[in-house]
């Protein structure tokens, strides 16, 4: 299995853009998280989805942020307009299973470097 | 809400030492997880707990999950350059919902060869 894909790996946008993150899941995982990580905050968890579902928005901390997850294999997190607190590292992670125990470990993609100049 | 403290922020160590980081919290948690995130990757699972008191090894690797439910440590035995890294400690209470992964702020490892 390739892993958790995300893409792009980087992007350089400038105040007021948009910008779509995205992310291709472990096919048969069924949970799909975005984190956002920064130095001052460490991994938050922005929204997590389960059978395509949103689960929980709770840690989305504006408007300008949205996440879908049209299907299975793919999510997007699209943040209209950005702005420079958005610069940050974006993990997509998915696992397997409804919160039991050995269904919880996550598997993480190689993140999304945004910078908002 | 819940939180994690882990410890200590950094370490600066000498290559062959061991090592050891440890995560607590005012609360119970059911999972104990522990990651590693090299520079510019996403965190990868080293070892997971799930019961009180549970011993694992992986490797030089080795993590107990606390008997009081409400911490976690982590030892690297002989620690090599690779180990090099950011290491992540993680816990679940299954009474929230999956997304309530609380994750530690990191211990930030350096190795001098």
């Known amino acids: 299995d390739a892993g958790v894909i995300q893409s792009p790996r980087h992007e350089v946008t400038e105040m007021g853009q948009e910008v779509t993150l995205r992310c291709k899941p472990i096919s048969g995982h069924n949970s799909l998280f975005w984190y956002r990580q920064t130095m001052m905050r460490g991994l938050e968890l922005l929204i997590y989805f389960n059978n395509n579902v949103p689960i929980d928005d709770s840690g989305m901390p504006e408007d300008r942020f949205s996440a879908k997850m049209p299907n299975a294999s793919f999510s997007t997190l699209k943040i209209q307009p950005s702005e420079p607190r958005d610069s940050a590292v974006y993990f997509c992670a998915s696992s397997w299973g409804q919160g039991r125990s050995g269904a919880n470990v996550l598997t993480f993609g190689a993140g999304s470097r945004l910078t908002v100049l | 809400g819940q939180q994690l403290n882990q410890s200590p922020q950094s370490m600066f160590i000498q290559e062959g030492e061991d090592v050891s980081m440890n995560c607590t919290s005012s609360?119970?948690?059911?999972?104990w997880l522990w990651y590693k995130q090299d520079p510019g990757e996403g965190p990868v699972l080293l070892i997971a707990?799930?019961?009180?008191?549970e011993l694992t090894s992986n490797g030089r690797l080795t993590a107990q999950f606390g008997i009081t439910r409400k911490d976690s440590f982590l030892n690297i035995s002989a620690s090599i350059p690779s180990d090099v890294g950011i290491y992540f400690c993680a816990g679940l209470n299954y009474g929230g919902s999956q997304g309530n992964l609380i994750f530690g702020k990191g211990t930030k490892l350096s190795v001098k060869p």
């Open positions: 609360s119970i948690f059911n999972t």
């Open positions: 707990l799930y019961k009180a008191g």
